[in-house]
């Protein structure tokens, strides 16, 4: 993301001047842009004029609106958020009060400005715009006849390409139609690998499968590599790393997230640290339950007795369209920070955001114990039954 310019009161209230570059960059806007914020940018706008005589011509005009925004949609394959909203701004095509589509994409620059810049909304801002933040590792999660090409961010998995190869059984005395459509399949991998990886700022590419599958794809890899003489493939042998999974499916990343013998290797990579941070959580809540919990009540009361000593909170809460709701998590972060507390904010986007909103979203690891927590939420379950 590229900052052009911002600018915050001192009572909370501001703008900031972005451009979106990439993918993971809409989804921060995504998670910036709130009912009740103001947008300004370029848009084309259907424009009817009436002439003296009485008959109309329409026009599509390319102008700049600002609008109060009321209602955001995030189409994640097309990397497109459309926000809308009614005009705040006088304009010469547009009647103040009209209603409007702002189409944000990328390298399209955009003004967002709040009525109050809270601390969750300027750390977004200010990680977008860290040049550091970009994918370094990528994971290519296959079984036979089905892969899925994922670049894996601190924020999101991002599926590049999904393949699906129908591969005929083998049969007895005859496998030529198995093989052929298995190098048929292995090729279309191949290809989606060159076309949507980027092996300058990647670190590691994880090859994952059940069985033998992934080593024959990396042998077959390397074979059409001496074919072509790719040099790229060469120059980037070591960041290949093959690793056992059940399924070719997406959700088989947990599985090498959790796997201890990759965590060495990954450990450089920024996807895996919220993993390891749920990973924590989970261990702490079978070996000591009593300094671990999750849900709404459970964690304000225990941030509340100053007992959370690792916050674990998804995003998802902080796109909450009720203002007071949102404040309410936001005050949940910064009381843990002033009290000495890590925060990690999960996106929901990312495999490890997944696992936590399943446990109600927000969770955290405590100081100390609190047997009570768990007696209070028995209590009041019992209660609404």
Known sequence: MKLINKRFDKDGQGQVVLIPEDSEDMWHVYNLVAIGDSLRSTT????????ATGSTTSNRVRTVLTISVEDIDFDGQACLIRVRGRNIEENQH???????????????????????????????????CDPAQSS??????????????????????????????????????????????????????LQAILRHLNFDVLKCVLIASPGFVKDQFFDFMYQEA???????????????????????????????????????????????????ALDEFYKMLNDDADRATYGEDAVVKA?????????????????????????????????????????????????????????????????????????EFIVSSSDEG
């Open 44 to 51: 084309v706008r259907k424009v009817t004029a009436e002439s």
């Open 94 to 128: 547009v009647k103040m009060g009209a209603y409007h589509t702002l189409d944000l994409e990328m390298n399209r620059k955009f003004t967002l400005a709040k009525k109050v810049w809270d601390v969750v909304a300027i750390e977004r801002v200010e990680m977008a």
């Open 136 to 189: 370094d590792l990528a994971a290519v999660i296959m079984q036979e006849g089905l892969a899925h090409v994922c670049l894996v961010t601190s924020c999101m998995t991002l599926v590049r390409a999904r393949l699906e190869t129908p591969i005929p059984r083998k049969r007895r005395g005859n496998c030529s139609q198995h093989d052929k459509a298995l190098t048929r399949f292995y090729d279309a991998v």
């Open 226 to 276: 001496v074919k072509s003489d790719n040099k790229l493939l060469f120059e980037n042998k070591s960041k290949f790393v093959l690793a056992h999974c059940s399924s070719g499916h997406k959700h088989s990343l947990k599985e090498l997230f959790e796997d201890s013998n990759l965590q060495t290797r990954l450990a450089d990579t920024r996807a895996t640290s919220e993993t390891r």
């Open 303 to 375: 941030v509340n007795n100053h007992a959370v000593e690792v916050l674990l909170i998804t995003d998802t809460l902080f796109r909450c369209q009720d203002v007071n709701r949102r404040k309410k998590f936001v005050n949940l972060v910064e009381g843990v920070r002033d009290l000495g507390g890590e925060v990690r904010i999960f996106s929901s986007l990312h495999v490890s955001g997944e696992q936590l909103t399943m446990l109600s979203g927000v969770a955290a690891i405590l100081r100390f114990p609190m047997p009570d927590l768990e007696q």
